[in-house]
Structure formats: structure tokens, C-alpha cells
């Protein structure tokens, strides 16, 4: 069975950083991608960061230079290093698992159930 299980979401401050985890199993891929979502109620879900089973890496246009993602291959787990965040990060930050590397929802078929960011003074 497929688990996707992310953690590390809260309440922080503008200006302030939080790191996301995400730890995936029961997979049938051997070599994969792994990508960072977040939707806001209401609004279409949107490509935050994207790395390669080769390490490549994506990001989306609204976190280039602020987020960070990157992995743990033998832990089968991926992180989100979020820095100055703004109000406008404040979202469900959902983790993804494909085979391609992309930031569209579409190029993922497992995951998670989410974790909350909120990012208010």
C-alpha cells in the first residue's frame, strides 16, 4: 500500500522559515520524482518544487530563491526549506509522487493528505 505522509506544517510569522517533510513507501517505482504542492481553497493546485531521481530540480515562479527542496534517498524522504515566507505561501502544501520531472498535478499519481501553512503576524 502507498503511504505519503507529510508533516512540518504551522503557524508562522511573515519573514519566518519552516521545513516540510515527507516520507513515501509502498511505491512501485524504482527510480521517481517527488514534488511539493499547495492549493488554497478555491484555486487550482500549484507546482511548488520539484527534484529528479537524478537530483534535478524544479521550482515554481513565486519561490525561486526562498524554497528549497531536496531528498533523502535512503530514507525515501523529501523536504520543502521554506524562507521568507509571505502571507501569500499560506496553503496546503501537498507532496506528490511521479515518474517525471514536472510541476504539473497531472505528472503525479500518489499523494499525501497535506499539511497546513499559514503565514500571518
Known amino acids: 500500500q502507498v503511504q505519503v505522509v507529510e508533516s512540518g506544517g504551522g503557524s508562522v510569522e511573515p519573514g519566518g522559515s519552516l521545513i516540510l517533510s515527507c516520507v513515501a513507501s509502498?511505491?512501485?517505482?524504482?527510480?521517481?520524482?517527488m514534488a511539493w504542492f499547495r492549493q488554497v481553497l478555491g484555486k487550482e493546485r500549484e507546482g511548488v518544487a520539484a527534484?529528479?531521481?537524478?537530483?534535478?530540480?524544479a521550482y515554481g515562479d513565486s519561490v525561486k530563491g526562498r524554497f528549497t527542496v531536496s531528498k533523502d534517498d535512503a530514507e525515501s524522504t523529501l523536504y520543502l526549506q521554506m524562507n521568507n515566507l509571505t502571507p501569500e505561501d499560506t496553503a496546503m502544501y501537498y507532496c506528490?509522487?511521479?515518474?517525471?520531472?514536472?510541476?504539473?498535478?497531472?505528472?503525479?499519481?500518489?499523494w499525501g493528505e497535506g499539511t497546513q501553512v499559514t503565514v500571518s503576524s
Open positions: 527534484i529528479a531521481n537524478d537530483g534535478r530540480r
Open positions: 509502498g511505491h512501485p517505482y524504482s527510480t521517481y520524482s
Open positions: 506528490a509522487i511521479g515518474f517525471f520531472l514536472s510541476l504539473a498535478p497531472t505528472s503525479y499519481n500518489y
